[in-house]
């Protein structure tokens, strides 16, 4: 055998070692997700102190409640879930409403389209509606589930916000095999989705970031309540830590594309910032 006939195959394997990475970084490349924030409810006349901390006690704004939808790469992805319960009405002044299923309608997808649910974190507005996705499968930080199924309830002041039915949906949801853990910042649920730990909301919220046509955008939920938050460099004032919040919308701010591309979780002006492509739906990117 002559050398040239050895060294062709070598040179053979050599190629295609070096295409091998190419073809896999194709295969893994995340898919770009189009965003739509749904408006399903407002609540009227919330007090702005309990959104910006130091906010003058006078001040209230109709408030938007608020879930994301997330689609591509073969997933219907929501983040949070919004609320339906009826004793989750009483003390508040709710207008618009429209039950979550219902309002994801207007986004031309059905209950059982929902791959996916993110549960940014506990609190009964944002991960009551988890169970009207009978297919979804649940991402929630481990330590949020650890915590509001267990020690959350040996104490009366320290599930505030946590509705007990909510907790009973995420564990039987758990027991059937639709629940996934999150563990800890800065982890891929999917390809092009990320989830990070927010700023002590509740016990270890999150939030998520997105892979989309015109780059990252930062899925805030209540780790910044209003664009006010943002502007100001003011934390939200329901957190456990507000030094821990500022540094996490300090981190919004380099993951995100753009500023305009960190969404709030209450805002009503993030309808009035995108454009509409149903009622009550905007598109985000």
Sequence with gaps: MTPNMIRAPILTLLAALACAPLAASAQTAAPVYTIEAIRYATIQGFPVDGLVAGADPARKMDIAMVFWLVQGGGHNVLVDSGFYRPQLFQGWSIADYRKPTEALRAAGLAPADVTDIVISHMHWDHADGMDLFPKAHIWIQ?????????????????????????????????????????????????????????????????????????????LASDNVYLYENLDKHVPIAETLDAKSNLRAQDRMRTLASKPGFIIPGHDPAIFERFPAVAPGVVKID
């Design 142 to 218: 481990r330590d949020e589930y650890t915590y509001y199924t267990g020690e959350a309830w040996h104490h009366a002041d320290t599930h505030g916000g946590i509705e007990p039915d909510d907790v009973e949906a995420l564990v039987k949801a758990n027991i059937a095999g639709r629940v996934s853990f999150v563990e800890g910042d800065d982890q891929e649920i999917l390809p092009g989705i990320r989830c990070y730990i927010g700023g002590k909301h509740t016990y270890q919220s999150q939030y998520a970031t997105v892979h989309a046509k015109d780059g990252t955008v930062v």
